[in-house]
């Protein structure tokens, strides 16, 4: 049985063009509710955050915010969730979503999903946690980094064993199956890795 209890979400307080990134946000939501499983996300009703954490809501899954007060001021908090912790730096912010998380999984986004997935890909890099991390691989949108991600280690300047630590999947259900694999120990079949001899 898999020890995941709360899976932390990256994803855009924009929706992306046409519905494509907004269903599969509202799918990956009601997936969480209907595994038990907490969500917690950058709290915003917006964009795909909005989607995710709504979809996650009316499934009766429970969702944690996490919001700095300068976004809260703007309005642009989510008015209904399980939990909305209010904190003080976008930096503090990220530190509390990796606290509560058991792993994390990256939506299609922009400049803040990358951040974060790279700031929490470097910790487990570094050895700061041993958390899984998942990217959705939504409609090939992330391909065009993984391609550069690759080269990035044929270049030298990342090693293979680090890539491997990022799971990715198209799908919600198998990525979290990598996820819950990873965490407790076991091989993940299908999980996307870079050649050892690039």
């Not at 969480?32 to 909005?50: D, I, P």
């Not at 503090?92 to 979503?97: F, L, N, V, W, Y």
């Not at 570094?126 to 899984?132: A, Q, T």
Request: hydrophobic share 45%.
């Amino acid at each position: 049985m898999s020890r995941l209890k709360t899976i932390c979400v990256f994803c855009g307080s924009s929706s992306g063009s046409g519905e494509t990134y907004r269903h599969a946000a509202a799918e990956l939501g009601a997936l969480l509710a209907q595994r038990n499983l907490t969500l917690v996300y950058g709290g915003a009703h917006v964009g795909t955050m909005g989607a995710l954490a709504d979809a996650c809501l009316a499934a009766h899954g429970k969702v944690i915010g996490v919001m700095p007060q300068r976004l809260v001021d703007r309005e642009v908090a989510h008015g209904g969730l399980t939990e909305l912790h209010v904190v003080d730096t976008m930096h503090t912010r990220k530190a509390r979503m990796a606290d509560l998380a058991d792993a994390f999984i990256a939506l299609p986004g922009g400049f803040g999903t990358y951040d974060e997935l790279f700031e929490i890909l470097t910790w487990a890099q570094i050895g700061l946690h041993e958390k899984p991390i998942g990217l959705l691989n939504i409609a090939d949108f992330y391909t065009p980094l993984l391609t550069f991600l690759r080269s990035s280690v044929a270049a030298g300047f990342i090693q293979p064993r680090h890539l491997a630590m990022l799971h990715v999947a198209a799908t919600a259900e198998d990525l979290l199956a990598q996820l819950a694999a990873a965490q407790d120990g076991a091989p993940v079949p299908g999980k996307w890795t870079v050649e050892t001899d690039a």
